[in-house]
């Protein structure tokens, strides 16, 4: 133990005296969890409709109305031909075009049926997937007005289903409150992987490792006095990053931090160990840097953050039970959004010590004092 | 028991087998300097770092103070010291952090052996607080003496420890080298300089992995076979060309500003200056010299 702790006072020495490395753990959490969630952003807004109105009537108007009373569109034609709003959306100014026919209100209400065309330009899925379901959506509310008007006009009693929905967790679909914890996730994921991968290979290629390896220092003595302090960083990277989240975004866990913290502690074991495996493979800081950033691609897309794990092919499905970061993207939403207990993550925290204990295991195996 | 004892000790490298170090027999006895001299690639690292535990051999055996550089390697790493060729300390500690940190890993403190680095810390004391990274190249050089020397090794092993030092600080080193001596500490060294040879008790000779000779440096030089004179002209390339061409000459080669010119037997020196004279060179001087250590090397490579 002693010699663990004469390690820990010399890893700790060196951190504090890199000012690059302080900057990034202290730097990086604050900035990026300030401003990504702001422009990760799956709100589609400010779509732009061209409308190609033939019938110039009240109801094509109160249907203009309601679509950009909505506050998703943004009305950048309002042309006569569908030739003219063509060319809005050639010029890239109109994403979407709504082409009302000529007798649109008479047809309507005389013979209770109209049809209405919708082009969308597809060049943006996001925007023109989400744009063209808010229209779709807009014009069946409208229709269900117009039908309720009528019928009650005519005396008869109206049957209508209406749907009401509730967001259970995150009541005002919030995308930030989403957004947040799995930017936290990805964060703390990269620190403790990169800085466990580069520091070793560090010493490789600096060469004092050579002088470390002819030191009674015993394997499991030196490693654990590498993981130990980047550990402790993590931690603190963790709540630098629960403290900008509450300051922000008003972010309060809804379950209780001891859970929280219980699992980050198995999590950043099992990373560390997987930063410790790369630098064993690695003799330049150059390789480690590449082969971390090949991983932490990997990681980071599929692990659930910006794309839902549930809507991938199995394959991809398949992959993400291998991918750590999922687990812990899934249980900081878990914790902090839904409340949830260590009787819910048991599961994930189980799956994660698996890779703790496999990683690390590797990883000394594969760290040889000898060639 | 002696100090260090190679027994045919073997070591290859890559796919291509390239064999580095070619059954090396040796023993260094306690409390002396022993020298390996050789050029760049002869296999001097690899023993070093064989004998240090950090590559394994793959053939033959080796032990050091009678531990098995295999077997007992967990002893090997708390008794000896080593100081590699490269500069291989924190450059972002101090100079008195590293130090601490090696006498720490030790289990032992500065002040316990204090006294076996007195001479050399005194030297960099006053940069005690700069960062290793910043010292001037005979400065590490010491600092990491000092480090090696920190747990008070029985054997100290020194990769090359004078490459790209200026001549005082070699000079001083050897200094401290014998001085470690006198307090009983084997020291197996290596060298690419052939005029440190003479400052070693023994020395051995190696070249491609293999020793040539192993002997005092004083042997070395009176086994040598020939005779041997230094010659020197005013054109030295038509010098050696003539040197070369002339058939009753052994071997001659360029030496400084002189020629070498070895002989099977004594000869006339009235002979060879009218001879050099005849192939039209000026300025002749010729003068019959005791062998260097390079000169015994280059007549144990031309065999």
């Given at each position: 133990m002693r010699t663990v702790r004469f390690l820990l006072q010399k890893e700790f020495r060196q951190i504090f005296r890199n000012r690059a490395i302080l900057a990034m753990i202290c730097v990086m959490p604050v900035v990026q969890l300030a401003v990504l969630p702001w422009a990760a952003d799956y709100e589609v807004k400010n779509v732009n409709l061209a409308v190609a109105d033939h019938d110039h009537s009240t109801f094509s108007q109160q249907l203009v109305n309601s679509i950009t009373a909505?506050?998703?569109?943004?009305?950048?034609g309002y042309n006569g031909s569908y030739q003219e709003a063509m060319h809005l959306v050639e010029s890239d100014q109109a994403d979407l075009i709504l082409e009302i026919p000529a007798g649109f209100e008479r047809n309507l209400v005389r013979e209770n049926q109209q049809k209405l065309f919708v082009a969308v330009n597809a060049i943006n899925g996001t925007k023109a997937n989400l744009g063209g379901a808010y229209l779709a959506e807009i014009i069946k509310n409208y229709n269900q007005r117009i039908r309720t008007e009528l019928i009650s006009e005519a005396g008869e009693p109206i049957h209508v289903i209406e749907i009401t929905s509730s967001n259970w967790f995150n009541p005002l679909m919030n995308y930030k409150v989403y957004m947040v914890p799995g930017i936290l996730a990805i964060l703390i994921t990269m620190i403790g992987g990169f800085l466990s991968a580069l520091n070793i290979v560090k010493e490789k290629e600096v060469g004092t490792i050579e002088q470390i390896n002819v030191t009674p220092i015993r394997k499991h003595h030196f490693i654990l006095g590498k993981l130990i302090p980047f550990w402790v960083l993590g931690n603190v990277v963790f709540t630098l990053g629960l403290i900008v989240s509450w300051v922000i975004y008003g972010i309060i866990p809804a379950g209780n931090l001891a859970v929280l913290y219980a699992f980050i502690s198995v999590y950043l074991v099992s990373v560390l160990g997987f930063g410790l495996l790369v630098s064993t493979f690695c003799d330049t800081q150059q390789q480690a840097m590449f082969i971390m950033f090949f991983f932490m691609m990997l990681f980071v897309l599929l692990g659930g953050l910006f794309t839902s794990i549930d809507s991938m092919p199995e394959w991809a499905k398949t992959v993400t039970r291998f991918n750590p970061v999922r687990y812990l993207i899934e249980v900081m939403r878990m914790v902090i959004l839904k409340g949830s207990g260590m009787k819910n993550i048991l599961y994930h925290l189980g799956i994660v010590t698996l890779f703790a204990i496999g990683l690390n295991s590797l990883a000394v195996l594969n760290y040889k004092k000898t060639s | 028991m002696h100090a260090v004892k190679l027994d045919s000790l073997t070591k290859v490298y890559g796919k291509e087998k390239t064999v580095a170090v070619d059954r090396v027999s040796l023993t260094v006895e306690q409390g002396e300097i022993f020298g390996l001299i050789g050029p760049d690639g002869a296999g001097k690292t690899s023993i070093f770092r064989m004998l240090t535990t950090l590559l394994l051999p793959d053939g033959g055996h080796a032990s050091v103070d009678g531990f098995?550089?295999?077997?007992?390697y967990a002893f090997i790493r708390s008794t000896v010291g080593y100081m590699p060729g490269k500069f291989s300390l924190y450059p972002d500690l101090t100079v008195e952090e590293n130090l601490g940190f090696f006498a720490t890993v030790f289990g032992t403190t500065i002040r316990e052996n204090y006294h076996l680095i007195k001479d050399i810390y005194v030297q960099i004391e006053k940069f005690k607080d700069r960062r290793a990274g910043k010292l001037s190249g005979g400065m590490k050089q010491k600092l990491a003496l000092c480090c090696a020397l920190i747990h008070k090794p029985t054997v100290l092993f020194l990769d090359e420890p004078t490459t790209g030092v200026d001549p005082v600080s070699r000079k001083e080193f050897w200094e401290m080298l014998k001085r470690l001596k006198a307090q009983g500490i084997t020291i197996m060294v290596s060298t690419p300089y052939m005029d440190e040879a003479t400052l070693c008790d023994r020395i051995a000779l190696i070249d491609q992995g293999k020793i040539l000779s192993i002997e005092t440096p004083q042997n070395i030089t009176n086994s040598y076979p020939d005779k041997l004179y230094a010659v020197k002209a005013e054109n030295m390339y038509a010098l050696l060309k003539t040197l070369s061409a002339y058939d009753r000459a052994a071997d001659s080669y360029a030496f400084g500003e002189y020629a070498h010119v070895s002989f099977r037997e004594a000869i006339n020196e009235n002979l060879l200056k009218d001879y050099l004279r005849e192939k039209g060179l000026t300025g002749v001087e010729l003068k019959e010299i005791d062998a260097t250590i390079e000169d015994c090397f280059i007549n144990l490579l031309r065999k």
């Amino acid at each position: 133990m002693r010699t663990v702790r004469f390690l820990l006072q010399k890893e700790f020495r060196q951190i504090f005296r890199n000012r690059a490395i302080l900057a990034m753990i202290c730097v990086m959490p604050v900035v990026q969890l300030a401003v990504l969630p702001w422009a990760a952003d799956y709100e589609v807004k400010n779509v732009n409709l061209a409308v190609a109105d033939h019938d110039h009537s009240t109801f094509s108007q109160q249907l203009v109305n309601s679509i950009t009373a909505s506050g998703y569109f943004r009305l950048t034609g309002y042309n006569g031909s569908y030739q003219e709003a063509m060319h809005l959306v050639e010029s890239d100014q109109a994403d979407l075009i709504l082409e009302i026919p000529a007798g649109f209100e008479r047809n309507l209400v005389r013979e209770n049926q109209q049809k209405l065309f919708v082009a969308v330009n597809a060049i943006n899925g996001t925007k023109a997937n989400l744009g063209g379901a808010y229209l779709a959506e807009i014009i069946k509310n409208y229709n269900q007005r117009i039908r309720t008007e009528l019928i009650s006009e005519a005396g008869e009693p109206i049957h209508v289903i209406e749907i009401t929905s509730s967001n259970w967790f995150n009541p005002l679909m919030n995308y930030k409150v989403y957004m947040v914890p799995g930017i936290l996730a990805i964060l703390i994921t990269m620190i403790g992987g990169f800085l466990s991968a580069l520091n070793i290979v560090k010493e490789k290629e600096v060469g004092t490792i050579e002088q470390i390896n002819v030191t009674p220092i015993r394997k499991h003595h030196f490693i654990l006095g590498k993981l130990i302090p980047f550990w402790v960083l993590g931690n603190v990277v963790f709540t630098l990053g629960l403290i900008v989240s509450w300051v922000i975004y008003g972010i309060i866990p809804a379950g209780n931090l001891a859970v929280l913290y219980a699992f980050i502690s198995v999590y950043l074991v099992s990373v560390l160990g997987f930063g410790l495996l790369v630098s064993t493979f690695c003799d330049t800081q150059q390789q480690a840097m590449f082969i971390m950033f090949f991983f932490m691609m990997l990681f980071v897309l599929l692990g659930g953050l910006f794309t839902s794990i549930d809507s991938m092919p199995e394959w991809a499905k398949t992959v993400t039970r291998f991918n750590p970061v999922r687990y812990l993207i899934e249980v900081m939403r878990m914790v902090i959004l839904k409340g949830s207990g260590m009787k819910n993550i048991l599961y994930h925290l189980g799956i994660v010590t698996l890779f703790a204990i496999g990683l690390n295991s590797l990883a000394v195996l594969n760290y040889k004092k000898t060639s | 028991m002696h100090a260090v004892k190679l027994d045919s000790l073997t070591k290859v490298y890559g796919k291509e087998k390239t064999v580095a170090v070619d059954r090396v027999s040796l023993t260094v006895e306690q409390g002396e300097i022993f020298g390996l001299i050789g050029p760049d690639g002869a296999g001097k690292t690899s023993i070093f770092r064989m004998l240090t535990t950090l590559l394994l051999p793959d053939g033959g055996h080796a032990s050091v103070d009678g531990f098995d550089i295999v077997k007992d390697y967990a002893f090997i790493r708390s008794t000896v010291g080593y100081m590699p060729g490269k500069f291989s300390l924190y450059p972002d500690l101090t100079v008195e952090e590293n130090l601490g940190f090696f006498a720490t890993v030790f289990g032992t403190t500065i002040r316990e052996n204090y006294h076996l680095i007195k001479d050399i810390y005194v030297q960099i004391e006053k940069f005690k607080d700069r960062r290793a990274g910043k010292l001037s190249g005979g400065m590490k050089q010491k600092l990491a003496l000092c480090c090696a020397l920190i747990h008070k090794p029985t054997v100290l092993f020194l990769d090359e420890p004078t490459t790209g030092v200026d001549p005082v600080s070699r000079k001083e080193f050897w200094e401290m080298l014998k001085r470690l001596k006198a307090q009983g500490i084997t020291i197996m060294v290596s060298t690419p300089y052939m005029d440190e040879a003479t400052l070693c008790d023994r020395i051995a000779l190696i070249d491609q992995g293999k020793i040539l000779s192993i002997e005092t440096p004083q042997n070395i030089t009176n086994s040598y076979p020939d005779k041997l004179y230094a010659v020197k002209a005013e054109n030295m390339y038509a010098l050696l060309k003539t040197l070369s061409a002339y058939d009753r000459a052994a071997d001659s080669y360029a030496f400084g500003e002189y020629a070498h010119v070895s002989f099977r037997e004594a000869i006339n020196e009235n002979l060879l200056k009218d001879y050099l004279r005849e192939k039209g060179l000026t300025g002749v001087e010729l003068k019959e010299i005791d062998a260097t250590i390079e000169d015994c090397f280059i007549n144990l490579l031309r065999k």
